[in-house]
């Protein structure tokens, strides 16, 4: 059906607070990635996801990032006690069998 | 360590003539590189991919070169046109994983 939704698109929170983002990857997609791009920098990889289980966290950055799936289909990342380095657009991506990743529009978080 | 570099951060072609934009690896286990485009306020989009079984994938104005001695990819797209302007970014992946490794990539304008 229709691609990889993000919500929501643009977040503006204060420093301390918790955020949740949400991903809805394409119906069928078994792999789900999470990336973030901070200004000027590439796509940095921070999990993936092979149906619900998250074989590899390493690349989030601090134990105040969490996320998870449910159902093989929509998942959140969470960040706890948000700091200004946070401040990203966070992407999101699904993947079926082949190599290719279709992306979501990212969800722009900003902290102040 | 950047294991995927781009290290022209912009580039300016006039329209109708060939834009070739470049990307350089450092680990030899990739096997399968992409290309993606990304748009402002958009998630990227693929574009053309390689295997590393290849030298050359050809996709319409779009063709992508592998170096595999060198560690280099170019995307050289032919004839260039206005709408091409945006940000690309060269992915790699070892296909015995699931991971994505990114460029920061290259803005590229194109002038009418």
């Known amino acids: 059906g229709a691609g990889v939704s993000q919500s929501p698109s643009n977040k503006v929170t204060e420093k301390g607070k918790d955020v949740e983002l949400r991903c809805d990857p394409i119906s069928g997609h078994t792999a789900l990635y999470w990336y973030r791009q901070s200004l000027g920098q590439g796509l940095e990889f921070l999990i993936y996801f092979q149906g619900n289980s998250a074989p590899d966290k390493s690349g989030l950055p601090s134990d105040r990032f969490s996320a998870e799936r449910t159902g093989g289909s929509v998942s959140t990342l969470t960040i706890q006690r948000t700091q200004q380095e946070d401040s990203a657009v966070y992407l999101c991506?699904?993947?079926?069998?082949?190599?290719?990743?279709?992306f979501g529009p990212g969800t722009r978080l900003t902290v102040t | 360590d950047q294991q995927v570099k781009q290290n022209s951060p912009s580039l300016s072609v006039q329209e109708g003539r060939i834009s070739i934009l470049n990307c350089d690896y450092t680990?030899?286990?990739?096997?399968?590189f992409l290309w993606y485009k990304k748009y402002p306020a958009e998630g990227p989009t693929f574009l053309i991919s390689?295997?590393?079984?290849?030298d050359k994938n050809e996709d319409g104005r779009f063709t992508v070169f592998l170096n595999k001695s060198a560690k280099h990819l170019s995307l050289h797209i032919v004839p260039s046109q206005p709408g091409d302007s945006a940000v690309y970014f060269c992915a790699a992946s070892d296909s015995g994983t699931y991971k994505y490794i990114f460029g920061t990539g290259t803005r590229l304008k194109v002038l009418a």
């Open positions: 991506a699904s993947r079926h069998d082949d190599y290719e990743q279709y």
């Open positions: 390689i295997s590393s079984i290849k």
């Open positions: 680990n030899s286990m990739f096997d399968y």
